[in-house]
C-alpha cells in the first residue's frame, strides 16, 4: 500500500540535500564570527541554558552547606569525645573484669571449658549442622 504519490528514495535524498544545505550554510556563516541577533539569545545558548548554574544553586550549595554544618555538629559532639569515650570505656570494662582475675586455677579452668562450649554451640547454630 503507497503512503503518498512521492516515492521513498526521493524523501531520503531531499532530506540529505536539505542536511548538507543546512550545514553548508552554517559552516559559512560562523567563519565569518556570525553572532546571534538576540543578545538574550546568544546568551542563554552561550550559558547552556544555564542548567549548571541553576544544579548549582539548587542541590549543590544547600548540600554543600548542609554537609559542612553535619561534619562540624558530629566532630564536635561525637569525633571529639570518642578518645574520652574510649578511654572510659576501658577503664569501666577493667574494673569489670578485674574481680575474674583472682588466681583460684578451677575458676579458670571452668571459665576456658564453658568458652569452649559456648563457641562450639556458636559454632554449630552458625554452620547448620
Known amino acids: 500500500p503507497e503512503a503518498g504519490a512521492v516515492p521513498e528514495w526521493a524523501v531520503s535524498v531531499l532530506a540529505v540535500l536539505l542536511g548538507i544545505i ?3 550554510i552554517g559552516r ?3 567563519q565569518k564570527n556570525f553572532r546571534l541577533p538576540s543578545l538574550g539569545l546568544s546568551r542563554l545558548l552561550e550559558g547552556k541554558y544555564f542548567i549548571d548554574e541553576f544544579y548549582n544553586l539548587l542541590f549543590v550549595k544547600p548540600l554543600h552547606r ?4 553535619l ?3 558530629l566532630e564536635a559532639r561525637v ?3 570518642f578518645g574520652t569515650w574510649m578511654g572510659g570505656g ?3 570494662s577493667g574494673d ?3 574481680a575474674l582475675q583472682n588466681g583460684d586455677i578451677q575458676f579458670f579452668a571452668l571459665a576456658l571449658c564453658g568458652g569452649v ?3 562450639v554451640c556458636f559454632l554449630l547454630l552458625w554452620t547448620r549442622v
Open 71 to 73: 561534619a562540624k555538629a
Open 96 to 98: 569489670r573484669l578485674k
Open 90 to 92: 576501658s577503664l569501666w
Open 66 to 69: 548542609a554537609g559542612h554544618w
Open 79 to 81: 569525633f571529639l569525645s
Open 28 to 30: 559559512s556563516l560562523f
Open 117 to 119: 562450649v559456648a563457641l
Open 22 to 24: 543546512g550545514l553548508g
